[in-house]
């Protein structure tokens, strides 16, 4: 495929951790580039860094596209960028690139990255229908949305039941440590519950505190995050387009909700629902019970499937480290790209079984176990990408359709699409 890296093609779209993110205005395209730490010397060949993007691709189309739906993913694809266009794309983003970011970076050298649709506009097929106003997209990075029943100690004290989610944990502890000035009011369990006041109530929260978990684009320019919060009377009235005293944050709530439970195709899987693990965040929203029996994720929605990825992870990390440990100790020659017995982009026997099967060894349940622990802590850091936009009817009646996109990491946390 050609495309244009260029001053005026290239556009800083985000970063996270591993990853930068660059926009191709004219292809309406994503770049994904690796970054690494400024102190790190090495140097990877051309060879090994397309091998391991190959299978970092086999990973998504034979696993995670029958994890989260077939019809509803693209692959990247493979490209070479050239040392000149890569420092291009530096010239381009470091003019962005917050100053907490900028310990690592994109090295400038020949180098195969991902490309990628760009989620932050509508998909070409939709594109010929007639439409009125802008197209919002809004991207929600969920996290854990449940809670192990295993019980946790911290250093000198005895072990206590666990009764605060991953999320709130984190939050608390870098508030601790100065990473963040305030905590969220935001509790994924809020999300997930399938509770309509508790999922506007998470939403509102991360309206307040957006952090590095919310973000709105129009037109594929950001308008509202951590760093910039715009009036969203302003911003969104072209987009609602309404008379009345309404609430614009409440009318792009209520969208946001109605697109997270819409059901999709049914999930056959034989994974772990939301019913089976605890809930019960001390930070989660008391203006509703939590055990309302008639609040529920539709089955096959996005976050019922989400949900469904992440609770394959049913051991704590202690567990898991110990099956690993037997898994390194068993193996005299681990092949590239797999995970014990088994490569990453193939498809365990005894998926989701909490227990080790009667027809497994040690060495095959281990290498399982972490398998699942992978995939799942792959979702759980994954982010929801939902694209809006107005379209008009032959009869001339104004209707609102939902798209909504998935990005997500893969083990090296690369991003995954997944259309809805």
């Known amino acids: ?129 007639p439409s009125f106003g802008p197209v919002i997209s809004v991207e929600i990075k969920p996290k854990q949305g449940f809670m192990l029943q295993d019980e946790f100690s911290l250093p000198g004290q005895s072990f206590v039941p666990m009764r605060m989610c991953r999320f709130c944990m984190m939050q608390q502890y870098k508030v601790k440590q100065g990473v963040i000035s305030e905590k969220s009011g935001y509790c994924p369990t809020d999300l997930y519950s399938g509770c309509p006041i508790r999922m506007r109530h998470s939403l509102k929260m991360l309206l307040k505190t957006p952090q590095n978990n919310f973000r709105i684009f129009k037109d594929q320019k950001l308008i509202y995050s951590e760093e910039k919060k715009s009036n969203l009377s302003d911003v969104l009235s072209d987009f609602f387009d309404v008379n009345d005293k309404l609430s614009y944050s409440d009318l792009l709530c209520t969208l946001i909700i109605q697109v997270l439970i819409r059901p999709l195709e049914a999930v056959s899987l034989p994974i772990s629902s939301a019913k089976k693990v605890s809930q019960m965040c001390i930070n ?63 498809f365990p026997p005894y998926l989701g079984e909490p227990d080790k099967h009667p027809d497994e060894t040690d060495y095959q349940y281990a290498s399982r176990k972490v398998w699942e622990f992978l995939v799942a802590l792959t979702v759980k850091d994954c982010s929801i990408m939902l694209v809006l936009s107005v379209f008009l009817k032959v009869l001339s009646q104004n209707i609102v359709r939902m798209l909504s996109r998935m990005e997500m990491g893969i083990f090296t946390f690369f991003p995954l699409l997944l259309w809805i």
């Not at 420092?87 to 470091?94: E, F, G, L, Y």
């Not at 609770?311 to 704590?316: D, N, R, V």
């Not at 037997?326 to 490569?343: D, E, L, P, V, W």
């Open 284 to 346: 989660a929203y008391s203006g509703c019970s939590k055990f309302d029996p008639c609040h529920f994720l539709p089955v096959g929605c996005v976050l019922d499937k989400i949900l469904r990825v992440q609770t394959l992870a049913s051991f704590c990390i202690s567990d898991v480290y110990s099956l690993y440990l037997k898994i390194k100790s068993c193996s005299t020659h681990q092949r590239f790209n797999s995970i014990g017995c088994y490569a990453r982009s193939e």
């Open 1 to 129: 495929m050609s495309f244009t890296i260029s001053y005026e093609n290239c556009e800083y779209r985000g970063e996270g951790n591993a990853g930068l993110v660059i926009r191709l205005k004219k292809e309406e395209k994503v770049l994904r580039l690796t970054k690494q730490d400024n102190a790190c010397k090495i140097t990877r060949s051309k060879e090994v860094q397309f091998k391991e993007l190959e299978s970092k691709v086999e990973v998504i189309q034979n696993v995670m596209k029958f994890l989260l739906g077939q019809d509803l993913m693209q692959c990247p694809i493979i490209v070479f960028l050239s040392k000149e266009d890569i420092w291009v794309i530096n010239c381009v983003a470091n003019k962005f690139r917050p100053d907490f970011r900028r310990h690592k970076s994109v090295k400038e050298e020949d180098s195969y990255v991902l490309m990628l649709p760009d989620y932050c506009s509508l998909p070409p097929h939709l594109k010929n229908y």
